[in-house]
């Protein structure tokens, strides 16, 4: 099951919190998330919400066409 919840990243400097980031209940369903949406073949990183549940966050090297909303349109994470 797809679900949008909060991320939450604590830092030393604070915690930040994230709106809507899709995550799913394992990560099995993850990586079917990202065949799904034709990324899975693309590098990200596998991160556990404090809910338990899993995200990709994509790095932002990954945009070459300069298409900033990729990832976001799908409600995944973009650093760099």
């Keep these: 099951m797809t679900k949008t919840t909060d991320f939450l990243n604590h830092t030393t400097a604070g915690t930040s919190e994230v709106q809507d980031i899709r995550s799913y209940a394992?990560?099995?369903?993850?990586?079917k998330g990202l065949?799904?949406?034709?990324?899975d073949t693309h590098r990200y990183v596998v991160v556990k919400t404090l809910e338990g549940r899993y995200t990709a966050i994509f790095p932002s090297s990954?945009?070459?066409?300069g298409n900033m909303m990729r990832y976001a349109?799908?409600?995944f994470m973009t650093l760099g």
């Design 62 to 65: 990954n945009i070459k066409d």
């Design 73 to 75: 349109h799908r409600g």
């Design 26 to 31: 394992t990560q099995d369903a993850l990586a």
């Design 35 to 39: 065949v799904k949406y034709g990324f």
